[in-house]
């Protein structure tokens, strides 16, 4: 299984890095924060079916005749069989792609995704020396270690502070996911027309600081602050992963967003340990009061634009 999840990993997050350059290579100076914000919402589209769906068709195979007296990890590995052709269709689309560019190449004579520059060692010192790159990947760490885990753990969370049943832990658990996939593109439409990237990052960061505050110390109804979360976060990654576009020159994009995704991950894979051991030996009061000071680093590390 870890062999699995490490592969999927690889393949998962060097898709993102390949999109976002793509997004930008092909968007900059052209609604950038909306093609964002599309790419986020179809994204979360997937999270959400995922989350939602996967349980189910586990169980309607467990019923079916077919696998009646079969053992739990043969129902579990047809169920991924399944899960595999959505992999077969975001392959199709890839191909569809490199169609696309293909083409583009071909009638405009130059390479549709890249200025035909590479990236030399010097670029790459430069790029590993520049503070403003570092700086997002610390507001990129720092937001997304108080969303991503937190959802992780939402279930039981929904289920044990506010003794929701099951299904509707699980509706509110969603919620996040499901308001960032309506709202993104038109979050990203608005963050196009105002041009303040640096202001919407500081405003998701704040209002996502105001809901994990809301969880900590109140008992009012949860979907408020679900909901509020939902729409900060589309207003975070709408705006921050357009960003990078504007001080990384176009031939070192994909190194920036590869660097960017990997330091996500580290602390991604660090503070989702953290959570569940803080849950476990703490409760969820200490946890929701760790994402809490979390995201205090990407507005204190933010100035103006
Ligand atoms: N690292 C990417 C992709 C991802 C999503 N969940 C885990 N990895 C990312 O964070 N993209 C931005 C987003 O908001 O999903």
């Known amino acids: 299984m870890c062999i699995g999840r490490f592969v999927f990993g690889i393949g998962g997050e060097s898709l993102a890095v390949a999109q976002n350059t793509y997004a930008v290579s092909w968007f900059k100076g052209k609604e950038l924060n909306m093609v964002f914000g599309l790419q986020l919402s179809l994204a979360r589209i997937g999270s959400t079916v995922n989350m939602n769906a996967m349980q189910p068709i586990y169980d309607s195979i467990a019923k079916s005749s077919a696998f009646a007296d079969a053992p739990s990890y043969q129902v579990l590995g047809v169920s991924l069989y399944i899960a595999m052709f959505t992999c077969l269709f975001s392959l199709a689309c890839a191909l569809g792609l490199a169609f696309f560019d293909w083409r583009a190449k071909r009638i405009l004579k130059t390479s549709a995704a890249t200025t035909g520059e590479t990236i030399t060692l010097k670029d790459m010192k430069t790029l590993l020396l520049s503070g403003k790159l570092w700086l997002i990947c610390g507001i990129?760490?720092?937001?997304?270690?108080?969303?991503?885990?937190?959802?992780?753990?939402?279930?039981?969370?929904?289920?044990?502070?506010?003794?929701?049943?099951?299904?509707?832990?699980?509706?509110?658990?969603?919620?996040?996911?499901?308001?960032?996939?309506?709202?993104?593109?038109?979050?990203?439409?608005?963050?196009?027309?105002?041009?303040?990237?640096?202001?919407?990052?500081?405003?998701?960061?704040?209002?996502?600081?105001?809901?994990?505050?809301?969880?900590?110390?109140?008992?009012?109804?949860?979907?408020?602050?679900?909901?509020?979360?939902?729409?900060?976060?589309?207003?975070?990654?709408?705006?921050?992963?357009?960003?990078?576009?504007?001080?990384?020159?176009?031939?070192?994009?994909?190194?920036?967003?590869?660097?960017?995704?990997?330091?996500?991950?580290a602390g991604l894979a660090a503070i989702s340990q953290l959570s569940g051991s803080l849950v476990d030996n703490n409760g969820y009061l200490i946890l929701i009061t760790f994402y809490l000071v979390s995201p205090l680093t990407p507005v204190s590390s933010q100035h103006p634009q």
């Open 140 to 265: 990129c760490v720092a937001y997304y270690v108080t969303v991503f885990p937190f959802v992780g753990i939402g279930l039981v969370f929904y289920e044990m502070k506010y003794q929701m049943p099951h299904a509707t832990a699980g509706i509110a658990n969603s919620l996040v996911y499901i308001l960032s996939a309506a709202c993104s593109p038109v979050i990203g439409f608005l963050i196009d027309k105002s041009g303040k990237n640096i202001f919407w990052v500081m405003a998701g960061t704040l209002l996502t600081l105001g809901c994990h505050a809301l969880f900590a110390f109140t008992f009012a109804t949860p979907f408020l602050p679900t909901i509020i979360m939902g729409v900060a976060y589309s207003v975070l990654a709408a705006s921050l992963w357009p960003l990078v576009s504007y001080f990384v020159p176009e031939n070192q994009l994909g190194t920036a967003y590869g660097i960017m995704q990997s330091v996500q991950n």
